[in-house]
């Protein structure tokens, strides 16, 4: 086995430099990395919104937060308001962090359902500091209050941000097109890159970020495709950036719409928009009157199409090629999972980086792991679309009508009969996202755990009454996002 000493990454965008500034800052002293890209091919780039693992990846990395914040004109998020979803006109709000107080045996939603049938609990979200937050326009990062937060941010500074990174730490980065991929005719494997240049590129592992079009996984290596669009049925999307009309608030707003939803991300300096659609139910024309009539504040870009196809490779990682982000697959940006699945793909690739060289059960495990958090992402993506009231037009008849995994209607019956969510392994979304969607999308379960009843019914009014009053309290303390955002990053207006 020949020992990996050279990694070329195949297209920049956040994907590439996501993957040139983690492996550089922390395996590059004994790896020779290179990025190649040419500035003639645009990246996606709307992927701004972010879910709170990425924290993690920022403290690995040692990224100063401020000054992250204030290079991709951030805003803080708590999380995703769901409107017009369960049915038109009724929203709830899929917050970060957790909603009241388990014990051993059951979720806090167990004690929640036998207060409300004694009529002593209020709303799910009343007992949940982020939700609060969000909805009162409030932030603060204080480590004692111990707020979850993700960020929004403009994914084309974030990228050029890393990239200054990836570059300090020794990444090399090379400008061109991709002409040939040549592969190995013994292994198999992909030997080099040959740019329209004439320089050719060889390595010892590659790393795919060439987007939707995935050169070295599927064009080069023929993987093959995983299509969940019988579960997953939007294709295109729109996206267009406007001036911002008022304060930014702390959280993504997702609006259902006719044959679709429109997202809402406030930055800094503006406001990121766009319409995911179905086109067999919403013609593209259809899809940009509804996305311009429903904007708040006017366009400083004209609308962006993006064609996808729901679903994942038959291997992430193939040979001696590892493909992340939009070239392993796409589920669509609903709960913001993009930016994580690429870090989750590059975070394991780091773990098992084969330094003394590719191995088949190395492959095989990373496959395994990738498989199975993708596949419980895609879960709770469906459940939004499948588990609605809204009958009123032929797209969201179809999603309610839909056939679905196994899986997901096993997590449904449970719930609805039981009040029951388990997480299992390697998932993102834990209990309180589960039972907030569910309960969110109109699923009241049936039954409460038994252990409630080991409280009397004053204790358990004392108990609910404390953690409402205790979230209360903690959110009035706070003061506006938008007092925070000046005070502790402000980013300087382009």
């Known amino acids: 086995m020949n020992r990996v000493k050279k990694v070329i990454i195949a297209g920049g965008g956040t994907a590439g430099w996501m993957a040139a500034a983690a492996i550089s800052k922390l395996l590059g002293k004994n790896l020779e990395i290179c990025l190649v890209e040419s500035d003639q091919i645009a990246t996606v ?11 993690t990846l920022h403290k690995l990395l040692e990224i100063k937060e401020q000054d992250f914040m204030v290079a991709t004109q951030a805003t803080f998020k708590l999380g995703i308001s769901f409107e017009n979803w369960r049915d038109v006109n009724e929203d709830y709000i899929h917050s970060f962090g957790t909603t009241g107080q388990d014990c051993w045996a059951a979720g806090f939603q167990h004690f929640w359902l036998k207060g409300k049938q004694q009529g002593i609990a209020s709303d799910y979200g009343d007992y949940c500091p982020e939700l609060l937050a969000s909805l009162a326009g409030k932030f603060a990062v204080q480590p004692k209050l111990g707020l979850n937060y993700a960020y929004h941010f403009d994914a084309g500074l974030y990228a050029q941000f890393l990239r200054k990174m990836a570059e300090k730490h020794g990444t090399r980065r090379v400008e061109g097109k991709i002409s040939e991929v040549q592969c190995c005719n013994q292994t198999g494997m992909i030997d080099r890159l040959i740019l329209e240049s004439g320089e050719q590129l060889e390595g010892d592992l590659f790393i795919d970020c060439t987007g939707f079009r995935g050169l070295l996984i599927e064009q080069t290596l023929h993987t093959g495709y995983l299509d969940w669009t019988h579960w997953l049925p939007c294709d295109s999307a729109l996206a267009v950036q406007t001036e911002n009309t008022q304060p930014p608030i702390p959280y993504t707003r997702s609006i259902a719409r ?5 997202w809402r991300i406030p930055l800094q300096h503006r406001t990121g928009n766009g319409l995911v659609y179905c086109s067999r139910y919403m013609s593209d024309e259809q899809a940009e009157k509804t996305l311009l009539q429903n904007l708040e ?26 493909a992340l982000g939009l070239a392993s697959g796409f589920i669509e940006p609903l709960e913001s999972t993009s930016i994580h699945l690429i ?11 084969p330094h003394s060289g590719i191995v088949q059960s190395d492959i095989d495990e990373f496959n395994s792991q990738m498989f199975s958090e993708v596949e419980n992402i895609r879960d709770f993506i469906i459940l939004h679309y499948h588990v609605t009231n809204r009958r009123d037009s032929a797209f969201w008849r179809h999603c309610a009508g839909m056939d679905i995994p196994d899986s997901l209607a096993h997590r449904i019956e449970l719930f609805r009969e039981t009040g029951k969510v388990f997480k299992v392994p390697n998932e993102l979304f834990g209990e309180n996202s589960w039972t907030q969607v569910m309960l ?8 409460y755990h038994p252990i409630v009843d080991q409280m009397s019914d004053e204790e358990l009014a004392h108990f609910l009454n404390q953690i409402r009053t205790q979230s209360k309290r903690m959110v009035e303390q706070l003061p506006s996002h938008q007092d925070f955002l000046r005070h502790y990053c402000p980013a300087t207006m382009p």
């Open 297 to 322: 504040g006017e366009p400083i870009t004209e609308p962006r199409q993006i064609r996808f196809r729901t679903g994942q490779r038959r291997l992430h990682w193939n040979k001696n090629c590892v």
């Open 440 to 447: 969110g999308q109109g699923i009241m379960p049936q039954q």
């Open 45 to 55: 780039g709307v992927g701004e919104a972010t879910i709170p693992p990425l924290l």
């Open 343 to 353: 870090q989750r793909g590059l975070v394991r690739l780091m773990q098992m980086f």
């Open 258 to 262: 006719e044959s679709g939803w429109q």
